[in-house]
């Protein structure tokens, strides 16, 4: 984080940021840790902004971040109904792989990935990247075949990507179940060697303190409860601290996109679903891998912690509650029980849903809209973490410019009408 | 988790005894015009979805009972189940009433002579 790229006129200058660093680190220690300055502030509206980011995800604030450090557009505010990072990017279980299909998506996801190798060093913030590989376990001939496809796709664009067997697949998974004696029996495994997970909360509280420090306003316990505009063009948003001036709005809001567009007006090719994860008691280092086995819908890794981290699908139902059903979780760990023997007496200790907003492709939108200066990003559905950093970076190029880049353009509103779809519901069939 | 009384062959049973079809009312455009369907008509038709926070009509299917296709009018917030109506059949008006805003605007338009080749 230079001082060069920060704006003078910023309110907290990068004098103000104290870097973080082992000196730092040690000089705190020698105070019980009881004198580190706040990461970001708090601040009260102003009347008006150059854009308003609504919603601080991961992609809010990454959108802010990058509108700040690449287009120097710091008159920017980020509006929260809750706090920040607390919406799905707190709620999922950080998995990070790029082996989709479709080439717009293999190029966002890339770039996604390799943003987050050195993410930290950028922000200034352990964000704890763990590239520790990523197997897709291959359980029936179809979803062997279909792995080849995608892991050639990858290799065609330059994503490290192999098949490997079952022989292979134990060697990195000492735990894994991988008899002939079970329902499904593992046929192999897509393995993506630099996928991997990252601390969640971390992403999103670097990419806070690094847009603020930028001089971006993050309001918490805010909601936007309108959109005003004048004709085709908006002019601002009510909000439960008043009305905020904006010449731009970028709506950002996940599971809440189709609430908050129909503010404008407009609605929206989402449907809003509940996710759930669960964690287990910690223990001894057992897996250093992630895996995934979409046939039988579940997925773990393991957390610093010693947690099992675990996923599957989605619940089948519109939801807005962020409390997901019983029967999914079950579904979810009865398959990993037979995948992962061992897991069979551990406690669960904590469970947990998000609202994921799915699209009919399963890909997201970065768009332009029908109302001139608003933009929505969304669509990230079950699979939105690991796109943070690619997504708020080619957003924050398309907000700055009123005009998408080429990963961007892909992903706009308007295939839905062109039939231009990009079909990831093979990529995306398990929620990860 | 859900529980669900089937309104066709009336057993209760767990959601999972049932199986979601997704939001209800969906006509799909070339059944009426087969010829002439406009790409916002057909747009509408595949991707978009009300998606309310609030009570929803949509479809269930009564997976291991009779089998039969059944409306639902459920809120998507609370969870709560306020009623069943037939698949081929509009929501009585006392859950109408109930329903989020956009359902009442859906069906105000289908009302509508111009409209009402595109809406069911
Ligand atoms: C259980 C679970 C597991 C997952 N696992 C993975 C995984 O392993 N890998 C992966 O890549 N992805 C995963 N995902 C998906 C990923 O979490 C999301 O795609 C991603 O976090 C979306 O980020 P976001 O910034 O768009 O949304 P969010 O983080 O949800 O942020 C949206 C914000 O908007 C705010 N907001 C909404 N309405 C308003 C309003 N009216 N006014 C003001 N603010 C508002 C919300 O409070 C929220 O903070 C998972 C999701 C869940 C739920
Ligand atoms: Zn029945």
């Known amino acids: 984080m230079t001082c060069a790229a920060l704006p003078p006129q910023s309110s907290m200058g990068c004098l103000k940021m104290k870097k973080y660093s082992i000196f730092s680190l040690a000089k705190n220690a020698g105070n019980y840790h009881k004198d580190w300055e706040r990461a970001w502030r708090s601040p009260e509206p102003k009347k008006e902004y150059d854009v308003v980011i609504v919603g601080a995800g991961g992609h809010g604030l990454a959108t802010a971040y990058y509108l700040a450090s690449k287009h120097n557009i710091t008159n920017v505010a980020v509006i929260e109904k809750g706090w920040l990072g607390g919406g799905n990017t707190g709620r999922n279980t950080t998995i990070i792989r790029s082996n989709y299909l479709q080439d717009p998506s293999m190029a966002i996801y890339e770039l ?11 922000l200034n913030y352990n964000i704890m990247f763990s590239p520790r590989g990523l197997l897709m376990l291959c359980q029936t001939e179809h979803e062997l075949r279909a792995m080849k496809r995608t892991s050639h796709a990858n290799r065609l664009v330059g994503i490290e990507a192999r098949m490997i067997d079952r022989a292979e697949v134990k060697e990195l998974v000492p735990i894994i179940n991988d008899s002939d004696d079970c329902r499904y029996p593992i046929l192999g495994a897509y393995y993506q060697p630099r996928g991997g997970t990252a601390r969640h909360d971390a992403v999103a509280w670097g990419y806070a303190r690094g847009a603020d420090a930028r001089g971006v306003d993050i309001i918490q316990q805010c909601e936007v409860t309108g959109i005003t505009r004048t004709g085709r063009k908006v002019t601002g948003l009510d909000t439960s601290k008043g009305h905020i001036k904006a010449k731009k709005i970028a709506v950002v809001t996940a599971g809440n996109t189709s609430l908050v567009m129909q503010m404008a007006g407009l609605s929206m090719p989402i449907e809003s679903v509940c996710l759930q994860a669960l964690v287990s008691e910690p223990i001894k280092p057992a897996i250093d891998v992630v895996v995934m086995a979409n046939t039988v819908h579940g997925y773990m890794s393991q957390s610093d912690k010693g947690e099992l981290v675990i996923g599957g699908g989605a619940d089948s139902y519109n939801n807005y509650s962020q409390r997901g059903s019983f029967p999914a ?28 907003d799915m699209t009919g492709d399963r890909s997201p939108i970065i768009s332009k809209t029908d109302v001139d200066g608003l933009y929505v990003n969304c669509g990230w559905g079950t699979g939105g973490f690991k796109s943070i950093p690619g997504s708020g970076s080619v957003f924050a190029d398309l907000v700055a410019k009123d005009q998408p880049g080429e990963i961007a353009g892909a992903f706009s509103l308007d295939r839905f009408k062109q039939g231009r779809t990009i079909d990831e519901s093979v990529a995306a069939a398990v929620a990860h | ?27 799909r455009p070339a059944t009426e015009n087969p010829d002439g369907i406009s790409d916002d008509a057909q747009r509408d038709y595949m991707f978009m979805r009300k998606n309310p926070k609030g009570v929803h009509f949509e479809r269930w299917r009564c997976d291991r009972g009779c089998g039969k296709w059944f409306h639902a009018c459920r809120d998507t917030v609370s969870m709560q189940i306020f009623g069943y109506y037939g698949i081929t059949q509009r929501p009585p008006a006392a859950l109408l009433k109930k329903a989020d805003p956009l359902w009442q605007a859906h069906f105000e338009a289908a009302k509508k002579p111009s409209a009402k080749k595109a809406k069911s």
């Open chain 1, 329 to 356: 979780l079950e579904h979810t760990v009865t398959a990993l029980v037979e995948t992962f023997p061992i897991i069979s007496r551990l406690r669960m200790m904590r469970m947990w849903g998000g609202i994921v």
């Open chain 1, 112 to 122: 996604s990935r390799s943003l987050y190798e050195d993410l930290s060093q950028e």
């Open chain 2, 1 to 27: 988790m859900l529980v669900i009384t089937c309104p066709v062959c009336g057993v209760e049973g767990e959601e999972a005894d049932f199986h979601c079809g997704g939001e209800g009312h969906i006509a």
